[in-house]
């Protein structure tokens, strides 16, 4: 055979400019398919159990769109705390997304909205503590404005002016305030960290707001002390227990430091006391001069922060399932002395909810390759407290004796996540549907199918879990002043 010139073989493939033209689009459509596959893709977020992290909600109209990394999955296992997204463990057809709490070889169990684990060979549980970044992300403010009592003597000489940045103090001698005015304790309201222009908009109807007393806080203002004052302190309240951070002022006496005094810590022992003192650096306040206070009861450990910095520390007994709360700023000066505290914000955290109505599990056994997750909005996710399989014996046919089973959703009457779907009604059936933990859906008449026992199902095994969200692209909504950019933690 004559071999093929150049010209001719140029010839040739000037002559087919549309075998260039599909392998262009061929390559670019594997490209594209791949790096979706294996590399990163967009999801939109349809519900609200990751809220207010992530949000989905059809009162407010608002989907985050998250951009999820798929790769890194692919070289090392997920990371406690990563949001992660997954294969429904009991309809493979669905993916969520959830944040990852319970580790592979772990016990973990839910103790007064706390999670607590158990490491494979330990023989107590402790509690688990985040990441200062994750801790931030997960923390929820809380709308003060308005919901300061005042003591005796301390109105009138005392302003408080709410702000959108955090509510002032002009205060003029000695008092204090204590949030919440209206309330006996700080509670787990379901709208609490929302964007505020939406909060109007959510139906906390049927949510389980405001069940549970919150006693892990974090307050954080600005104090700017008069050459007068004596000190200026930041009260959290944990039941009976009172958690002081103490800031002495100008004229305190010079051995004086800022320090935490835990007072009133059991029951056996009314006298006992845990103190920390501040030992690197006489911090405290200094006339005319603006300093920022932080301070946090989070996870059974106090702190203090001047200026961002750490300062003080202290670890206190686990609190008791349930604690009312409540935070008080008092100050210590003598009549016409004016000291200014600006800023004030109040957060709580996230306590996670355990309603045996509607819940089954509140502590796992974690086999090795599987892991528990959570979602941030605990009063209205469905997650791994209460995941169950429903299932059925096949009676009749070429099938009988196998078994099928599908996500539980059940109720009296047929709804559109119902599963399995009885018609006309549950105690009167003449055919069920059925969706598998594949998706696929099934119909069965009377007498061809018996139910089984229910299987609780709270585990992800490690090869449905896809990637991990890194951050939120979408929405803008500027009429509701809501702009979700942001990394996710």
Not at 64 to 80: A, L
Not at 90 to 96: E, T
Not at 237 to 245: Q, S
Not at 248 to 266: D, F, K, W, Y
């Amino acid at each position: 055979m004559a071999k093929m010139s150049s010209a001719e073989r140029k010839k040739l493939e000037k002559s087919r400019p549309w075998r260039d033209n599909i392998e262009a689009v061929a390559v670019a459509i594997a490209t594209i398919v791949l790096f979706k596959y294996f590399v990163v893709e967009a999801y939109k977020i349809p519900t609200g159990s990751m809220q207010p992290t992530l949000m989905g909600n059809s009162e407010t109209g608002i989907y985050d769109r998250v951009i999820v990394d798929k790769f890194s999955y692919h070289f090392r296992d997920p990371d406690r705390f990563e949001i992660a997204v997954f294969n429904y463990p009991l309809d493979s057809s669905k993916n969520f997304i959830k944040r990852i709490i319970g580790m592979p070889g772990e016990e973990l169990e839910i103790r007064g909205g706390d999670p607590w684990i158990r490491p494979d060979g330990e023989a107590e549980f402790k509690i688990l503590r985040r990441p200062r970044s994750i801790q931030d992300a997960q923390l929820r403010r809380l709308d003060t404005a308005g919901e300061w009592k005042m003591s005796t003597g301390t109105a009138g000489r005392w302003k408080i002016t709410p702000e959108s940045s955090g509510d002032q103090f002009t205060a003029t001698g000695r008092g204090e305030a204590t949030f919440p005015r209206t309330y006996e304790s700080i509670r787990d309201n379901y709208v609490d960290g929302y964007p505020e222009g939406i909060k109007d908009d959510i139906n906390t109807r049927k949510k389980g707001s405001n069940f549970n007393d919150v006693s892990d806080l974090r307050a954080r203002c600005e104090i700017k002390a008069d050459s007068a004052c004596r000190e200026v302190a930041i009260e959290l309240h944990e039941g009976r227990r009172r958690f002081k951070f103490l800031l002495p002022g100008p004229t305190a006496p010079a051995g004086e430091r800022a320090r935490i005094v835990a007072t009133n810590l059991s029951l056996a022992d009314p006298e006992e006391l845990l103190e920390a003192r501040v030992t690197d650096g006489a911090v405290r306040l200094l006339a005319g001069e603006t300093i920022e206070v932080e301070v946090e009861n989070l996870n059974d450990r106090l702190a203090l922060r001047i200026d961002g910095e750490e300062v003080a520390s202290l670890e206190v007994p686990a609190a008791p399932d349930r604690a009312r709360s409540k935070v008080t700023l008092r100050i210590e000066a003598p009549e016409g002395s004016q000291t200014l505290v600006e800023d004030m914000k109040v957060w709580r955290d996230i306590y996670y909810t355990f309603d045996p109505t509607r819940q089954k599990i509140s502590r796992w056994s974690i086999p090795e390759g599987n892991y528990v997750v959570l979602g941030d909005n605990s009063q209205d996710s469905s997650d791994g407290r209460d995941w169950t399989l429903v299932e059925f014996k096949i009676e009749e046919g070429e099938r009988a004796g196998e078994t099928i089973s599908g996500n539980l959703r059940d109720s009296m009457s047929p709804r559109p996540d119902s599963n399995p779907m009885y018609f006309p009604k549950k105690r009167k059936w003449e055919q069920l549907v059925l969706r598998d933990s594949l998706g696929e859906r099934h119909v069965f008449g009377r007498g061809e199918v018996s139910r089984l026992a229910d299987k609780e199902a709270p585990l992800v095994p490690r090869d449905l879990i896809r990637g991990r969200a890194v951050a939120v692209v979408w929405p803008l909504a500027p009429q509701q002043d809501v702009y979700r950019w942001k990394w996710v933690r």
